[in-house]
Structures are given as C-alpha cells and as structure tokens.
C-alpha cells in the first residue's frame, strides 16, 4: 500500500536492496540455456563481460565481435555471459531452444548462454538487480537502457563498469578496460 500511495507521488521505482546484502556476482546462481542450475561462483578468478542479448535487434550483429572477443581472451581470463531477454519491443521472442540454434547457426556462439530472464521492471532477475543499482553493487546505477549493455565485471565478481549497448566491444575504450581488469592479480 506504501508503494502505492508514493506512485502517486512520483515514487512508484522505490527499490529496495538485496536481502541478504549480496558482495558479488559470484554469490548467484543462474540457468543455462539448457536449463540447468549453475553457480556463477564458478567463475570466481575469470573476469567477466555480461551482455543481455536479443535475437531481432539491430544490435544482433554484436554476437559477431563479442565472440571474436571471447575467442581472443577467453585463455586469458575472460568468459562472456549471455542472458537473452525479451524487455525491449519483444525482440527476443524465442524459446530457449530457439535462441540457442539462432545463436549456433548464426553467429557460432560459444560463450556461456543462459535462459531467458528479464533485465529491467518489476520482475527483474536478482542478478541484474545487483548490476544495475549502487545500493546493491555498491560501485554504480545503470538501468538497462537496450539490448546488448554490458558489465565488465572483475575477477572478484566486483562491478566495474557498465558499456552502452551501442558500444562495440571491438573498441578501444573496452578493450582497454577488459585488458586491465585481466592484468590485475
């Protein structure tokens, strides 16, 4: 009823934190894209590029260049993390199933995919709650603002930055970032 009566006044994104307070993305569990249960605590030590991905966007050719990128450090430390969502004009309409094919056929995705959630609104998945609010991260708030943004995490499961979706991942400004967030010990 409190929500309710502060939307009325302007306040109705009232969030609240995570409970119990979260320290980093290694703290979630996650599906696959196949459906089964893992722990991003597996990646613990591994810096980490996660990008919301859609099948019918005009960010869709990303795929090519974030795979390039996942080919060229992934022996070094990087692992991309895929979590196809639909909050953008419905741009991802298709079943798990059908994204993993679209994926595999059209651009050879070998990075870690994972089941559809949502990343943004009222039933935005914990993990994107903990990426896109300081409260939670305690490092930055970027809402997601299209398919295809990005958050380097480091190799501690730490936020650092959040990339635009109209961003290349070929660019300077992150491949520069990625280089740095894998030099470090």
Known sequence: MLTSILSLFGFGNITTPLSPAVKSVHEFKVKTITGKEQSLS?????????????????????YKDIEALYEKYKDKGLV???????????????????IQKFCSLNYNVTFPMFSKISVKGKDQAPLYQYL?????????DAEVKWNFQKFLVDKNGKVITSISPSTSVTSEEVVQAIEKALAKK
Not at 42 to 57: F, H, T
Not at 80 to 98: C, H, M, Y
């Open 42 to 62: 597996d990646y613990n030590g591994k810096v980490l590029l996660i990008v919301n991905v859609a099948s019918k966007c005009g960010n869709t050719p990303q």
């Open 80 to 98: 991309v993390l895929g979590f196809p969502a639909n909050n953008f004009l419905g741009q991802e309409p298709g079943s798990n199933e059908e």
């Open 132 to 140: 896109t609010k300081k409260m939670n991260n305690g490092v930055l």
